[in-house]
């Protein structure tokens, strides 16, 4: 069974040129390390993605276009979300395995760190630099 993958753009599938609407029209999106091979592995394992952006919404066809002709598919595109934070908020199964697990990876080095190996939903905690692995790719 698969899972449901919330996944930011700018940062972790292409590289992140700075806040604003402008570069999205003046900069070559780069597709980031690993991030095809991830998402073959995704839809391989039946997982259900999701990608989000604060990419304005008026930009979505600009955006869906630019990400098929990279290669990318997704189930959802979420646009127009405000820089800064965010915060997954879901329950946990009755008998006490996590709901949610969240990574951050850092800016720009794409899906490197991030495996087809699973401790989702094994009730433990991961530090920063633990979290390597987030899904398994079947």
Not at 3 to 12: A, E, P, Q, S
Request: proline share 4%; aromatic share 8%; hydrophobic share 40%.
């Amino acid at each position: 069974m698969g899972v449901v993958i919330f996944c930011d753009i700018d940062g972790v599938l292409f590289k992140h040129h700075g806040e604003g609407a402008s570069h999205q029209w003046t900069v070559e999106p780069t597709l980031l390390p690993n991030v095809i091979k991830l998402f073959d592995a995704w839809e391989k394992a039946g997982h259900y993605i999701i990608l989000t952006t604060s990419r304005k919404d008026s930009h979505r066809e600009f955006l869906e276009a630019m990400l098929l002709d990279m290669g990318l598919f997704w189930d959802q595109l979420i646009t127009g979300l405000p820089h800064g934070r965010r915060v997954l908020l879901n329950d946990m199964k009755a008998d006490g395995t996590p709901g949610a697990h969240a990574v951050n990876l850092p800016r720009n080095e794409g899906l490197i760190n991030v495996s087809c190996r699973s401790s989702l939903g094994r009730g433990r905690s991961e530090s920063p630099t633990e979290q390597s692995a987030f899904t398994d790719c079947g």
